[in-house]
């Protein structure tokens, strides 16, 4: 087999259906509201979700920023996790762009608490920035896919609400999350004021990412995405994937977190490698590679000369992420080529 290429889900390629769909999708200009696939997309969408209005985006990244810069502007507060991918991965876009101050609330095992979250937000006085929006992440990347259960998800908002502040749900993963809660996607979203999810991920679109609120909110993110350049014209053919994929692709997301279980016990075999099982809930594994006494670069470098090919989280981990492309035998083939070439 070729490489075995397990660095994010985002590798995933769109399936032969959904290239089908694009040539047969029935297209407009969807700056003027034109798009039926789009239009069909997003409706499908909110009705998922139970919301009332979606918005397609090109990525995760502009669908998260079109919501905080409809949440708050220059000068208010965006209560967040630094491990967050908003705060970490999203190239301080919610400060440059959005010209929002960050508050950050560390995450434990990549959940928020709302003790912690109560005490990080000050009472209103003139030296402080206004507390807008509390930023949510689930499944919770840096921690390694792991989920916010329902009912600490529902005290979070609540918390935020009370507060005054509205809340954002950053749900480039949401079904990875409703599976492993066993409950809908929507019972995560019922809470929140907004929130995003991804098509180009697990779900296999080659790109596109969702959000949803209220009417009033979608047409405030709209103007934002517009600013961002983020408007589209055909984007139909961008639709019909996501289509296909809200059709096709969510159930079988179980199978990939299995796979991951599969994959984390294989590594757990290996010399110097190891993983905590407790964090494998979904369809990441976070290898603490520490006991090879290699560096991350190094044990990378390793792996793909061997034919895997992982992301690193230095300086003691990389990750490794399931997806439709490989199933139990081939992770296993995975760990077999990692054992070779740490054995070297
Ligand atoms: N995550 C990517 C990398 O950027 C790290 C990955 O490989 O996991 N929210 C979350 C929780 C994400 O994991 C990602 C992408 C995004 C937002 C952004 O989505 P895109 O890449 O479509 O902008």
Avoid at 209 to 232: H, N, P, Q, V, Y
């Amino acid at each position: 087999m070729d490489v075995i290429n397990l660095r994010s889900d985002t590798q995933t390629l769109p399936t032969a259906e959904m290239l089908a769909a694009i040539q047969t999708a029935d297209l407009g200009d969807d700056t003027y509201g034109e798009d039926p696939t789009v239009r069909r997309l997003e409706a499908m969408a909110a009705a998922m979700l139970g919301k009332e209005a979606a918005m397609l985006c090109i990525s995760g990244n502009m669908a998260n920023l079109a919501c905080l810069m409809a949440h708050g502007g220059p000068g208010d507060e965006a209560v967040l996790d630094p491990d967050s991918h908003i705060f970490y991965y999203e190239v301080g876009g919610l400060a440059s762009v959005a010209g929002m101050m960050p508050m950050p609330v560390q995450s434990r095992d990549g959940k928020l608490y709302p003790d912690d979250v109560r005490a990080a937000v000050r009472g209103r006085n003139l030296h402080y920035p206004i507390p807008r929006v509390l930023c949510l992440e689930n499944t919770h990347n840096r921690s390694g896919g792991r989920v916010t259960p329902l009912d600490l998800h529902n005290a979070l908002c609540d918390t935020a609400h009370d507060l005054g502040l509205t809340v954002h749900l950053d749900g480039a993963r949401i079904f990875n999350a409703a599976i492993a809660a066993g409950v809908p996607a929507s019972a995560f979203a019922e809470k929140a004021d907004s929130l995003m999810f991804c098509l180009s991920k697990g779900l296999s679109c080659p790109l596109g990412s969702i959000a949803l609120g209220s009417k009033e909110f979608i047409a405030k993110a709209d103007r934002a995405r517009k600013r961002l350049g983020g408007g589209m014209r055909q984007a139909g053919i961008i639709a019909a994937c996501g289509i296909v994929a809200l059709e096709t692709m969510i159930e079988r997301l179980a199978d990939d977190h299995a796979n991951a279980r599969v994959l984390a016990e294989g590594i757990n075999t290996v010399p110097g490698l190891s993983v905590d099982m407790d964090t494998v809930e979904t369809n990441m594994v976070y290898v603490d590679h520490s006991a090879t006494g290699l560096s991350t670069t190094e044990v990378l470098a390793r792996m793909k000369a061997a034919g895997v090919l992982a992301s690193g989280r230095p300086p003691r981990h990389f990750r490794l992420v399931t997806h439709r492309h490989y199933g139990a035998d081939d992770v296993r083939e995975a760990v077999e080529r990692i054992r070779k070439a740490l054995a070297q």
